[in-house]
């Protein structure tokens, strides 16, 4: 490095000054040369620059050894020491507190577990983070790239200058490292890297960034999310305790940016949301908000679902405190929080992850295996541990860090198939020759697994649309080890045989009883979600056959249908108000149709089902066990008419669900029982405050111990047009 008289050579400074050297530390800061302590600095637009102890005594002037501000000269010191800069210009003086002063922050443990791939905090080593270091308040900041041969952080502390703060390289591990004395919260940066070539790179947003810059800017942003002020201490405590197996889950889908928006039409924060959001919730009777996903995205029209920040909460609706305090309050209304969340392709958007450090470190180079047709997004590599430690890491991070009491996980279907939505010679076989994507399956597992193990009371729930074994099976019997899966086959099902005719039911009424021959194969989620009220699919009000009564009455006993069916229950948000338009992300919902009769009914409705589900043991206790469901009607096609018993395991009161999916109503109808006595009509979706003819039972009916359709009792009841009756056995 240097010649006998301990002076660098030329090469190396115009290295330095270029930005093109790969190890600034080997040359930059206090190097001992076996005679004597020598300082380095490079420091732009300096003409002189002077050294200081650091009690304030002036040690020496360094020489400028090149005019884009390189300095160095022996220091009088004894030993390593830490030193302050005074630089100067015809312009003025300021202090400069040197990054190649100060030692590194991570360790040899870091490097031991990051390269190991079980570094299960990683959010708390990479990334940025404000801490004091050596004496020094400024900010750390690593950031993995193991094949570029220089990577800088640029930002507003530094003139977006990439010269100024080149990285140290951990070489065991490829992770790059600098705490940057004078850096604060707030301040936006990015990483400069030249790739293994020397060819620089775009700028990249920082993969573990706390925040972001709002759309279309796409700067990471310097945030804290380890100092917020937590209140729901009881409500974890009460979580642990949790089955949420045996407990109603009534679950509001929402997308944060269009449940209402300002009069201006701008987004309300994340604290006007808490304000409006989590009490309306709360009053109609959910249990659980499970937002869309909230990690930044640059395009408004994906809903969140490629994102670039997956550790930074949208800067759409405020800052990480925001989030933070929307869950807190959340749970102080008893309201648990579930995120979307997307690990299974990222977009291809220059600042983001594609092409990191000018190689295929996130994705599969091959684009059989990292490239996805559907969506025009890059695949993850699963098998690359470095990857799958940084998504788990991000599972946990959500978990933890902000309190979330779950995570639906995206498009599982597509990590779980080598083969999904391509042809032949499209993809690349597992090492047994089949489809199945083992590095995906193993990485699910691991989530799971690390996700309860740390977090218990929380609950993981798979969107999986194909018949793929023990998704919600326990990992330690082969299972993928999700709480829950969403129940697709429900939703088509049933969506299907609405739009039909009420004439023409009769002859599929295989529809709605083919559900229950696998019911209970998973823990399910019954979902009405976003997904089936856009691209031209229509609201649920309109996929509802017939007039406009017709649709409103079978809207209203589809609800009931669903809310007394086994599984957990998602509706996607503004469903309740029965809009007859799709969603838009662009907008918010139609608040205005309340207003109308017809629409307050549904919304009174649904309020009324979630009082009552929530309320109700039979119907939600064994949600997900076969004891809890006994048909008592399956095969009256010709009336279209179903009907089921719920139990609750415990010896509680027993709940009948009875539905008829034609406009005729039915007097006198023979209902077989589970047991002699009287039972209360609990819920008419007839019922005048619902919008319904007020067609009904007197608010009772009486079974006499008479056997019928292999029943032991029996009762005569009215069945009113397109409308789904709750009977409870009163004790």
Not at 82 to 97: H, I, K, M
Not at 204 to 231: H, L
Not at 254 to 275: I, K, M, N, P, Q
């Amino acid at each position: 490095m240097a010649d006998p008289d301990w002076k660098t050579s030329a090469a190396e400074i115009e290295a330095i000054v270029l930005g093109h050297h790969g190890d600034p530390f080997a040359v930059l800061g206090l190097h001992h040369t076996g005679r004597l302590w020598v300082a380095r600095a490079f420091v732009p637009g300096a003409a002189e620059l002077e050294v200081f102890a650091e009690d304030g005594g002036k040690l020496c002037r360094l020489d400028l050894r090149h005019s884009a501000g390189f300095f160095e000269g022996p220091v009088p010191v004894k030993d390593r020491q830490p030193l302050v800069y005074r630089a100067s210009n015809a312009g003025g003086e300021w202090t400069v507190e040197d990054a190649y002063l100060l030692g590194p922050v991570l360790g040899p443990l870091d490097d031991y577990y990051i390269g190991e791939g079980n570094h299960l905090r990683l959010h708390d080593r990479l990334g940025a983070h404000p801490m004091r270091h050596e004496g020094h308040a400024g900010v750390h900041f690593a950031v993995w790239a193991p094949n570029a041969s220089r990577v800088s952080v640029v930002g507003d502390f530094n003139g977006w200058d990439g010269r100024r703060h080149v990285m140290r390289k951990r070489r065991d591990t490829g992770v790059w490292e600098i705490f940057i004395p004078g850096a604060a919260e707030g301040q936006c940066y990015k990483y400069e890297l030249l790739d293994a070539a020397g060819r620089c790179l775009p700028l990249k947003g920082d993969p573990m960034a706390f925040a972001a810059e709002m759309r279309p800017k796409t700067a990471s942003r310097v945030a804290r999310t380890d100092d917020f002020a937590w209140t729901d201490d009881a409500y974890l405590a009460d979580r642990k305790r949790r089955d949420a197996r045996r407990l109603p889950m009534s679950v509001y889908e929402v997308h944060l940016g269009s449940w209402r928006r300002r009069d201006d039409g701008g987004f309300l924060s994340y604290g006007e949301l808490a304000d409006r959001l989590i009490p309306y919730v709360a009053e109609m009777g959910f249990t659980h908000i499970e937002l869309l996903p909230v990690s930044e995205h640059p395009f408004d029209p994906s809903w969140g679902y490629q994102p670039t920040g997956l550790f930074a909460p949208t800067s759409r609706f405020g800052d990480p405190r925001g989030f933070a305090r929307f869950i807190d309050r959340a749970h102080q209304a008893g309201i648990g929080v579930i995120l979307d969340w997307v690990p299974a392709h990222f977009p291809t958007d220059e600042h983001g992850l594609a092409m990191f450090d000018g190689t295929a470190l996130y994705e599969h180079a091959d684009p059989r295996q990292g490239y996805h047709p559907d969506w025009n997004t890059a695949i993850y590599n699963f098998g690359r541990r470095e990857v799958a430690s940084f998504l788990l890491n991000n599972a946990l991070f959500w978990l933890e860090r902000y309190h979330v009491d779950g995570l639906r996980v995206d498009a599982v279907a597509s990590m779980l198939y080598l083969d999904y939505s391509r042809k032949e010679g499209e993809w690349i076989p597992n090492e047994h020759g089949g489809r199945e994507n083992l590095e995906a399956i193993a990485f699910l597992q691991r989530v799971n697994h690390e996700a309860y193990g740390q977090n218990p009371g929380i609950v993981t729930i798979a969107e999986e649309s194909t018949a793929f074994p023990g998704v919600s099976q326990p990992t330690s019997t082969g299972g993928l080890g999700f709480g829950f899966k969403w129940n697709m086959g429900f939703m088509h099902d049933t969506l299907n045989y609405l739009k039909r005719e009420p004439i023409h039911r009769k002859h599929h009424h295989n529809d709605l009883t083919f559900g229950l021959l696998y019911a209970f194969t998973e823990n399910f989620v019954l979902p009405l979600s976003h997904d089936e009220v856009v691209h031209g699919k229509g609201s649920l009000l309109n996929k509802m056959a017939g007039d406009g009564w017709q649709k409103f009455a079978t809207l209203r006993a589809y609800y009931a249908f669903m809310w007394g069916y086994p599984g957990k229950k998602l509706l996607f948000m503004g469903q309740e108000l029965a809009p007859w338009g799709e969603w838009s992300e662009a907008r918010g919902l139609d608040w205005h149709l309340l207003d109308e009769a017809p629409h307050r009914g549904v919304q009174a409705l649904v309020r009324e089902l979630n009082r009552c589900y929530r309320d109700t043991p039979a119907l939600h206790a064994r949600d997900c066990e076969p004891d809890g469901f006994e048909w008592l009607v399956a095969d009256d096609r010709e009336n279209s008419v179903y009907a089921w018993a719920r139990h609750s395991g415990t010896g509680g009161p027993m709940v009948v669900v009875v539905s008829n999916f034609t406009p005729v109503p039915r007097h006198g109808y023979v209902l077989p029982l589970p047991a002699a006595g009287r039972w209360r009509e609990i819920l008419n979706t007839d019922a005048g405050e619902y919008g319904g003819s007020g067609l009904g039972n007197m608010g009772a009916v009486v079974a006499v111990p008479e056997s019928s359709h292999g029943k032991p009792a029996h009762t005569k009841v009215t069945l009113p047009p397109l409308a789904t009756l709750y009977f409870m056995l009163d004790s």
